[in-house]
């Protein structure tokens, strides 16, 4: 039996958790109850400028635990190809400056280029911007997607293809980004989280509501849904991640409920069900 | 490169194409419109009754290529997976009386039954009916439904899944069927394909909108999205397959089009797209 949370010390929310609201009072609001980290969506960066975000978050006491997103590397256009690296390349750049250890990347696609192709791409695009990485000292953490965003968002679906990749990569600065959301119902899920070991850079969780009513902005609240979290987390930390666990939440229902009321329900849900 | 279909000699169209139509009326106009083959659903035999439906089709000219669906074995109470068991082969029953040589087979899903047991009780249940399906000498085609169903509908959610059970069994009444909609962004699609051989008892096709927006009825005319479906069917072909290509889509918008329009873009799209 896997043991439940006993606090909020690993506990992180992504912005994009709190779409509708600024950094700053995301940031305000994580503070006041208590959230010890914090993902950050370049969205919220671009609201306010680089450098005034970077001023709330050091001026905070939170963890920046990782940069939402980079990637989108695969396109039947050279020049899109190229432009997808040099801004993933700026993202790490920012991540970098607001203190991130992790940029997140969220691979892509493009609709009618076949899926071999765009899976090269990523691999190739990875390798463009590695070096980059590198010199930063900073991690590129692969998301696999759920295949229903196979069309547009990334040919990277399961677990078994990020480990591929990181494999066939072979560098300290890849790994793999855990959602549950995307990977819960991965037929070797088990085994291909051992597989990737310490590779597993960040995790992050929310629910399968039965029905979903919507393939973006319809994710459920811990034990809203299908998803064996705990039992997943217990894989991911036999595998040996002692990281943060990210609420990541795209939710139309919640990003319309009262903050205090949403936050308070993930710290509740948190230690019930993650 | 594959060749185009020059005919419609290959041609079905499931009846759910046309859910609101009942299946005398679906039956005439796919007779006039010189559409060979029909895959029937259960909800079309039932609204009519399995006798009037049986004369209906021994009338028509045509080809009966499968009854949708048995299956959804799985269950946390024994007595509903013995329910199941029971109505799977309540519709072998039915498949054999209106001449369909194949059973497709929705392996079924429960939220918050656990994805292992549920593919283990897939398991019990497919080997609980295959005596049945011995003596009727009716075949059973499992489907692998997309991962976006694996909460309630199919905890079977790749070629590869399937390819194992249908290994594991090993009977020659058990095989696959193969619907591009759910397969088209599997990682090693085209081997799957041909490990499955004649192991191939089915073909669907329809097409991945983008956006999709709605999970279950958005699926697209074929030439509508992404899917490399004339690939996939090149590869099925590869593999040994030579039966009837299904066109199975689900669209509230196709649904309340003008049928006579609707077959006739079926038509075309099957010609040019397929």
């Known amino acids: 039996m896997v043991e439940r949370l006993q606090d909020f ?3 992180a929310i992504h912005t994009m958790t709190f779409k509708r609201l600024d950094l700053r009072t995301i940031v305000s609001l994580f503070q006041k109850h208590g959230v010890p980290g914090i993902t950050v969506w370049r969205e919220h960066i671009h609201d306010i400028g680089l450098g005034e975000a970077k001023q709330i978050l050091r001026d905070s006491s939170l963890k920046v635990v990782s940069l939402c997103r980079g990637g989108f590397f695969p396109s039947a256009s050279a020049i899109e190809r190229e432009k997808a690296c040099v801004e993933t390349m700026k993202a790490m750049d920012e991540a970098k400056e607001i203190g991130a250890p992790l940029l997140v990347l969220v691979c892509g696609a493009e609709p009618g280029l076949p899926l071999a192709e765009a899976r090269q791409q990523i691999l190739d695009g990875i390798q463009k911007v590695l070096p980059h990485a590198k010199s930063l000292q900073l991690c590129l953490g692969i998301e696999p997607l759920h295949p229903m965003y196979a069309d547009d968002r990334s040919a990277i679906n399961t677990l078994e293809q990020a480990n591929n990749i990181v494999t ?12 549950v959301y995307h990977l819960w119902w991965e037929p070797w899920l088990q085994s291909e989280i051992m597989r990737a070991e310490r590779k597993i850079m960040a995790f992050h969780v929310s629910d399968w509501k039965t029905p979903t009513t919507h393939l973006l902005n319809d994710r459920g609240m811990m034990g809203e849904g299908c998803i064996p979290i705990r039992q997943i987390r217990a894989w991911a930390e036999q595998a040996g991640f002692r990281g943060f666990i990210e609420v990541e939440i795209f939710s139309e229902r919640y990003w319309n409920s009262p903050p205090d009321e949403f936050i308070q329900r993930i710290k509740d849900a948190y230690l019930r069900y993650v």
Chains 1, 2 share one sequence.
């Open 168 to 179: 066939a990569i072979h560098s300290e600065w890849v790994g793999i980004v855990l959602d």
């Open 9 to 11: 010390s690993r506990l």
